[in-house]
């Protein structure tokens, strides 16, 4: 089990960027695929980005809808996982979680996922 919180949501007008980070105090981060959600009020929640444990090139997955805008990436030394996210426009306006999967690959359904963070908020004004 991973103790997962996340950091740097805020607000920022259409086209800018914003950095978000998934760090964890408990538990080895590397054994863990995790995943970046996120979840628009009345919606449901959707998978962003994933990357897989041991991640590296060729071991992530991105929603079509962020596909060029979006980069996941890890550093195990720091137990953390980043979300750089670019070009961000109004319909990217959502709580953002990090989630932390045991599964092998890419697992990109919600339920695969056993540990999550208390979320963080990023609007995009238009």
């Known amino acids: 089990q991973v103790q997962l919180e996340e950091s740097g949501g805020g607000l920022v007008q259409a086209g800018g960027s914003l950095r978000l980070s998934c760090v964890t105090s408990?538990?080895?981060?590397?054994?863990?695929?995790v995943g970046w959600f996120r979840q628009a009020p009345g919606m449901e929640r959707e998978l962003v980005a994933a990357?897989?444990?041991?991640?590296?090139?060729?071991?992530?997955h991105y929603a079509d809808f962020v596909k060029g805008r979006f980069t996941i990436a890890r550093d195990n030394s720091k137990n953390a996982v980043s979300l750089q996210m670019n070009a961000l426009q109004p319909e990217d306006t959502a709580v953002y979680f990090c989630?932390?999967?045991?599964?092998?690959?890419?697992?990109?359904?919600?339920?695969?996922?056993?540990?999550w963070g208390q979320g963080t908020q990023v609007t995009v004004s238009s």
């Open positions: 989630g932390a999967c045991r599964a092998y690959g890419l697992p990109r359904s919600v339920y695969l996922y056993t540990d």
């Open positions: 408990k538990g080895t981060f590397d054994t863990y695929a």
């Open positions: 990357i897989s444990r041991y991640g590296g090139s060729g071991s992530t």
